[in-house]
């Protein structure tokens, strides 16, 4: 069959990789991809939102099925546009994709359906929402309701930083759109966890857990980025909690877009907070989690084409799905400078040697002059997989070390929290 996968980030790398394994493919496009891609599929110089451009391809290309990687697309209707014209598509419908694209909506869903989340308020104008700030007191997280590429959401400590997350979002419109309406809800405190799952609109199966690294310094310090490092599993997800989040969140979750006319078929992703009460919920996304997907995908035995056709033709429950018991982390090598300003362009050095078991997948990486070198702020997701943590940990950061480029940044404690827990 021929794939084409939408997206050109280490997440589909890491799709790519795994979709190429699969005996059922023959050809595996991707648009744009990235330099790194460009080894296992071939890449189509086609933006991933550009919906119109990628169904002309799709039908002229006769593409067998199309796995999108970003949320944008989806959130845009890119898997209706699909499905209109007889496509299939791997990714959820619009209406589905809604859970990741207005925060309010996701809210009300779990308020409707009783699954744990913060509490929380929602204002369209900033002076009832400043009003509210003060009344209830910081910590407080004030966030945009629309998709603001993983910086719309403020942790304000203090009321100084609350008042002016609201009028950022509300006034000067930073985020855009996306600020029209924003939330202000409650701090929870706790140990965060992702839970990927596939689902077939009815049955859903949880993948196993991870965990990302959101700032960009070592300690969890400095600002907010798409991800520096991921593993799998996190151990603060036990066969217990895995239990109570599939039947108190997931299913629910599952259950309640079906009641709402918004079936979902695809990758569910809960980005859950364990606090003491037990799992909340701090946000969906309609999609692999990047760079969640690297390790997560990295652990995956199955065939990932079997998995999505059984997602696709309804029968998820019959689908068998193995994972290894060894455990995956990923690394991930940034630009100087990233998540604010950086220099793109820079040689990159040392790849092609990756050791067993590990793998470095591109993110912001290009060909130029017949050299890769960087063309984003995540330029590659340096994975490993290996029998304990502590031994991914060391495989990923000697993988790590044989990559340079000029300005290269990453942090040092990619899976440490997995190894205090442990302690
Ligand atoms: P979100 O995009 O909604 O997941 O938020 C981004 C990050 O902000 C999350 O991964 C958490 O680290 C943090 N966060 C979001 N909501 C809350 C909350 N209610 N309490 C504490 N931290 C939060
Ligand atoms: N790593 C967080 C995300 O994909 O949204």
């Given at each position: 069959?021929?794939?084409?996968?939408?997206?050109?980030?280490?997440?589909?790398?890491?799709l790519?990789?795994?979709?190429?394994?699969?005996?059922?493919?023959?050809?595996?496009?991707?648009?744009?991809?990235?330099?790194?891609?460009?080894?296992?599929?071939?890449?189509?110089?086609?933006?991933?939102d550009?919906?119109?451009?990628?169904?002309d391809?799709?039908?002229?290309?006769?593409?067998?099925?199309?796995?999108?990687?970003?949320?944008?697309?989806?959130?845009?209707?890119?898997?209706?546009r699909?499905?209109?014209?007889?496509?299939?598509v791997?990714?959820?419908?619009?209406?589905?994709?809604?859970?990741?694209?207005?925060k309010?909506?996701?809210?009300?869903?779990?308020?409707?359906?009783?699954?744990?989340?913060?509490?929380?308020?929602v204002?369209?104008?900033?002076?009832?929402?400043?009003?509210y700030?003060?009344?209830i007191?910081?910590?407080?997280?004030?966030?945009?309701?629309?998709?603001?590429?993983?910086?719309?959401?403020?942790?304000?400590?203090?009321?100084?930083?609350?008042?002016?997350?609201?009028?950022?979002?509300m006034?000067?419109?930073?985020?855009?759109?996306?600020?029209?309406?924003?939330?202000?809800?409650?701090?929870?405190?706790?140990?965060?966890?992702?839970?990927?799952?596939f689902?077939?609109?009815?049955?859903?199966?949880?993948?196993?857990?991870s965990?990302?690294?959101?700032?960009?310094?070592?300690n969890?310090?400095?600002?907010?980025?798409g991800?520096?490092?991921?593993?799998?599993?996190a151990p603060?997800?036990?066969?217990?909690m895995?239990?109570?989040?599939?039947?108190?969140?997931?299913?629910?979750?599952i259950d309640?877009?079906k009641?709402?006319?918004?079936?979902?078929?695809?990758?569910?992703?809960?980005?859950l907070?364990?606090?003491?009460?037990?799992?909340?919920?701090?946000?969906?996304?309609?999609?692999?989690?990047?760079?969640?997907?690297?390790?997560?995908?990295?652990?995956?035995?199955?065939?990932?084409?079997?998995i999505?056709?059984?997602?696709?033709?309804?029968?998820?429950?019959?689908q068998e799905?193995?994972?290894?018991?060894?455990?995956?982390?990923?690394?991930?090598?940034?630009s100087?400078?990233?998540?604010?300003?950086?220099?793109?362009?820079?040689?990159?050095?040392?790849?092609?040697?990756?050791?067993?078991?590990s793998?470095?997948?591109?993110?912001?990486?290009a060909?130029?002059?017949?050299?890769?070198?960087?063309?984003?702020?995540?330029?590659?997701?340096?994975?490993?997989?290996?029998?304990?943590?502590?031994?991914?940990?060391?495989?990923?950061?000697?993988?790590?070390?044989k990559?340079?480029?000029?300005?290269?940044?990453?942090?040092?404690?990619?899976?440490?929290?997995?190894?205090?827990?442990?302690?």
């Open positions: 069959m021929k794939v084409l996968v939408v997206g050109g980030g280490g997440r589909e790398h890491a790519v990789w795994k979709l190429a394994q699969s005996p059922k493919v023959d050809k595996i496009f991707c648009a744009p991809g990235n330099a790194g891609i460009a080894r296992l599929a071939e890449c189509i110089d086609i933006a991933s550009d919906i119109n451009a990628l169904l391809f799709a039908v002229k290309n006769r593409i067998d099925m199309t796995v999108v990687g970003p949320e944008a697309p989806l959130t845009a209707g890119l898997a209706d699909f499905a209109e014209a007889g496509l299939k791997f990714g959820p419908a619009k209406r589905a994709a809604e859970i990741e694209g207005s309010t909506l996701a809210k009300e869903i779990m308020e409707k359906y009783q699954i744990p989340t913060a509490k929380y308020r204002f369209t104008e900033a002076a009832p929402a400043i009003e700030i003060k009344k007191g910081v910590p407080v997280v004030v966030k945009a309701d629309g998709l603001a590429a993983g910086k719309g959401v403020i942790i304000a400590e203090d009321m100084d930083t609350a008042l002016s997350a609201v009028k950022q979002i006034e000067e419109k930073v985020f855009g759109a996306a600020g029209n309406k924003l939330l202000v809800e409650e701090f929870l405190e706790g140990e965060e966890v992702s839970v990927l799952a689902s077939d609109g009815t049955c859903v199966v949880p993948m196993v857990s965990q990302d690294h959101k700032r960009a310094y070592d969890d310090q400095g600002p907010n980025t991800g520096m490092g991921a593993y799998s599993p603060v997800y036990t066969t217990e895995a239990e109570i989040v599939l039947e108190k969140i997931l299913q629910p979750t309640g877009l009641a709402e006319g918004r079936t979902y078929r695809g990758v569910i992703y809960a980005g907070m364990i606090t003491k009460d037990g799992p909340k919920v701090l946000e969906y996304n309609a999609r692999f989690g990047d760079p969640e997907a690297q390790p997560v995908l990295m652990r995956l035995e199955t065939d990932l084409v079997d999505m056709e059984s997602v696709l033709e309804g029968r998820l429950k019959q799905i193995c994972w290894s018991p060894e455990a995956a982390v990923c690394v991930v090598l940034a100087g400078g990233y998540p604010g300003t950086y220099e793109k362009g820079k040689e990159i050095f040392g790849l092609n040697q990756n050791g067993p078991g793998y470095a997948f591109h993110a912001g990486t060909i130029k002059d017949a050299k890769i070198v960087t063309s984003g702020g995540r330029v590659l997701g340096v994975t490993a997989r290996s029998a304990s943590i502590e031994d991914a940990i060391s495989a990923a950061y000697k993988e790590a070390e990559i340079n480029f000029a300005g290269v940044h990453y942090r040092r404690d990619i899976g440490a929290k997995a190894l205090n827990r442990k302690r």
